[in-house]
């Protein structure tokens, strides 16, 4: 069975930086594209950043660019979210999930781990 | 804010037909790219409705089911059961932004 166990959410002042992690485990965690999406409180998803299989490729949201960066150690099948120069904009639950990409045109994310809650505030 | 529109709410009766509706755009849907759509229980992680506009996941009813025309997609959920209520969420890929794209979610209630 395929688990995605994101931890490191906490409370942290604006300004500040944190760390999570996601374990992965259930597939050959190499071979796949691994994603973070947030949900702030009482709102929608929002796709934040994305990782090629290998590590070598990334990608990010405008809203996090520069700030954020995203990695991944294949040998201990865990992903990761450096979060910097934190805003009350980032709160949110933070989902890691597990990208299937079929062809150019189609990609979707599926599972997701139970989410992490990340709260910025003073 | 995002690129792909659906109903905040809809809602039915047991047994009854409901549809969810995502608009999308000419760099998106329109673009070719598949919709995927995820349901979100309350207090749940999202999980995979429908991938690749119309293919169920093994494990999820036949009841759901999905459509895509021009630069719109569709769920639809047949015989709706009060275990339904959920937030259903539809998402893509915008190649003008570059980035994946969710829509702004459905909350679906039964009666």
């Known amino acids: 069975e395929v688990q995605l166990l994101e931890s490191g959410g906490t409370l942290v002042q604006p300004g500040g930086s944190l760390r999570l992690s996601c374990a992965a485990s259930?597939?050959?965690?190499?071979?796949?594209?691994m994603s973070w999406v947030r949900q702030a409180p009482g709102k929608g998803l929002k796709w934040v950043s994305a990782?090629?299989?290998?590590?070598?490729?990334?990608y990010y949201a405008d809203s996090v660019k520069g700030r954020f960066s995203i990695s991944r150690d294949n040998s201990k099948d865990t992903l990761y979210l450096e979060m910097n120069s934190l805003r009350a904009e980032d709160t949110a639950i933070y989902y890691c999930?597990?990208?299937?990409?079929?062809?150019?045109?189609?990609?979707?994310?599926?599972?997701w781990g139970q989410g992490a809650l990340v709260t910025v505030s003073s | 804010q995002s690129v792909l529109t659906q109903a905040p709410s809809v809602s039915g009766a047991p047994g009854q037909r409901v549809t969810i509706s995502c608009t999308g755009s000419?760099?998106?849907?329109?673009?070719?790219?598949?919709v995927h759509w995820y349901q979100q229980l309350p207090g749940t992680a999202p999980k995979l409705l429908i991938y690749?506009?119309?293919n169920r996941p093994s494990g999820v009813p036949d009841r759901f089911s999905g459509s895509k025309s021009g630069t719109s997609a569709s769920l639809a959920i047949t015989g709706l059961q009060a275990e339904d209520e959920a937030d259903y969420y539809c998402?893509?890929?915008?190649?003008?932004?570059?980035?994946?794209?969710f829509g702004t979610g459905t909350k679906v209630t039964v009666l």
């Open positions: 999930t597990k990208v299937t990409i079929l062809t150019g045109i189609t990609s979707w994310f599926d599972p």
């Open positions: 000419s760099s998106n849907i329109g673009a070719g790219f598949d």
């Open positions: 998402q893509s890929y915008d190649n003008s932004l570059s980035d994946y794209v």
């Open positions: 259930g597939f050959t965690f190499s071979n796949y594209a």
């Open positions: 690749g506009n119309t």
């Open positions: 990782i090629s299989g290998s590590g070598a490729t990334t």
